[in-house]
């Protein structure tokens, strides 16, 4: 089946710091979505991207799907930035494929 | 955020014991999931469902069931609960036309232990 691999594993940044999460995946997918999941373990979705650039606030992704890989870029990170992030395709019916995710930390 | 409640949050309950979750929508999506999440798994699909009375299994669905006999409600059982299932459980909905362009939305999850 499909591989999800996220890097890096762990990140600690200080607050205001930018970062890049990446998000590489070995075969062709159809669709592709970014999760946060925060200290008390609710998953919120980040992004909906198959392909190409989106942005949400101080959040963006890109999706370069012929290359099988996306990007999360944080800005100005805040302690709430804290938690997991998890990337998720879409391969065959209807079934996501999770990948380990990245766990970040914050620091004031 | 779509309408998805997850119940119970929270359960304890001993080897051997059976135990339903349940996750009930508010959106009318065709499509329902369950997932564990589990350290150094992310998460894995147990098994979904596709409409009223059709389900199918996910990559990890031994030792579990479920049922669906009305759109709103999705339930998982485990009919006799080993400690290897002890874990969090998730449900998710989709609107679910096949390959339509829709996310997937997560309720808050369920901690289950079993000891």
């Known amino acids: 089946g499909i591989q999800v691999e996220q890097s890096p594993p762990d990140l600690i940044l200080q607050e205001g710091a930018n970062s890049t999460l990446r998000c590489n995946f070995s075969d062709s997918v159809n669709n592709l979505q970014w999760f946060h999941q925060n200290p008390w373990g609710q998953l919120i979705n980040l992004f909906y991207?198959?392909?190409g650039t989106k942005q949400n606030g101080r959040l963006s992704a890109t999706t370069v799907a012929t290359e099988r890989y996306s990007l999360l870029y944080i800005s100005s990170s805040q302690t709430t930035d804290s938690g997991v992030y998890f990337c998720a395709v879409r391969a065959g019916f209807q079934k996501l494929v999770f990948g380990t995710g990245t766990r970040l930390l914050v620091s004031p | 955020d779509a309408g998805i409640t997850q119940s119970p949050r929270h359960k304890v309950t001993e080897t051997g014991t059976p135990v339903t979750l349940r996750c009930h929508q508010t959106e009318n999506h065709r499509y329902m999931y369950w997932y564990r999440q589990d350290p150094g798994h992310g998460l894995r699909l147990i098994h979904y469902?596709?409409?009223?009375?059709?389900?199918d299994k996910g990559e990890v669905s031994d030792g579990y069931s479920v049922s669906r006999s009305k759109t709103e409600d999705f339930l998982l059982t485990l009919e006799s609960a080993t400690s290897s299932q002890t874990s969090v459980y998730f449900c998710?909905?989709?609107?679910?036309?096949?390959?339509?362009?829709?996310?997937?939305?997560f309720g808050d999850g369920t901690r289950l232990s079993i000891l």
């Open positions: 991207i198959p392909s």
């Open positions: 469902s596709y409409g009223v009375k059709d389900t």
């Open positions: 998710a909905i989709s609107p679910g036309q096949f390959y339509s362009n829709q996310p997937q939305h």
